[in-house]
């Protein structure tokens, strides 16, 4: 266990819909990442944020966003979907240092 | 980040000394070699890191050679439940204000097969 949680687990919805993914990072870790996988694409690199101001941008498409609250927990939205947005994704947290990211279960969004 | 070359698959018994290889020539100085490895669809687990002297901690070990250039993962006795992909990762960490870093380039990795 990573301590890095995700919810949900499982993710069915529609074409065209929009969705919100939820990560909560370890104890006292203030960067959060979102990574996503795909058959074709491997693991990808989406975002990181840190503290609550975006750090980082990878391959994100304009159609997700993303954000980390005071709390620290951090939400990737998903919006007008796609059957080529199905996939997992893996939220990932790091402390101060940056180092070493922790990777929590993933949510398998599923778009029909 | 440097550029990895990792062997697509490999099998090992089980019980034996599991030695994955890693290519890195490319490698900078600030660049530390890092590995996951992912089990089936779970989220990767983190196994190791170093920068030039080699590692070890509960999970594994890591030789890196003194030029740098390639590494080694080794999982002393491996056992049906390391069979997993394995990702050999080289990034530079840098620390700028506040902390942090940016996300890790994932390669396709190393399929590990334990057999029994």
């Known amino acids: 266990d990573s301590g890095v949680t995700q919810t949900p687990k499982h993710l069915i919805t529609a074409t065209g819909q929009r969705v919100t993914l939820r990560c909560s990072p370890r104890s006292g870790d203030l960067s959060v990442y979102w990574y996503q996988q795909s058959l074709d694409q491997g693991l990808q690199f989406l975002i990181q944020y840190y503290n609550g101001e975006e750090r980082a941008k990878g391959n994100i498409l304009e159609r997700f966003s993303a954000q980390q609250f005071p709390d620290l927990h951090s939400e990737l939205n998903l919006s007008s979907l796609e059957l080529g947005d199905s996939a997992l994704y893996f939220c990932?947290?790091?402390?101060?240092?940056?180092?070493?990211?922790?990777f929590g279960p993933g949510t398998r969004l599923t778009v029909l | 980040d440097a550029k990895t070359t990792q062997p697509p698959s490999m099998d090992c018994a089980e019980g034996r000394a599991a030695n994955l290889p890693c290519n890195h020539s490319t490698i900078s100085g600030n660049e530390y070699v890092y590995w996951y490895r992912q089990i089936h669809s779970q989220g990767p687990q983190y196994i190791i890191h170093g920068l030039k002297n080699n590692e070890t901690n509960e999970m594994a070990s890591l030789i890196i050679t003194e030029d740098r250039k390639s590494s080694t993962l080794i999982l002393p006795h491996a056992t049906l439940r390391d069979t997993a992909v394995y990702y050999c990762i080289v990034r530079a960490i840098f620390m700028y204000s506040g902390g942090g870093a940016d996300g890790l380039t994932f390669g396709k990795g190393t399929h590990l097969i334990i057999q029994p």
């Open positions: 990932a947290s790091s402390g101060a240092r940056g180092d070493t990211q922790y």
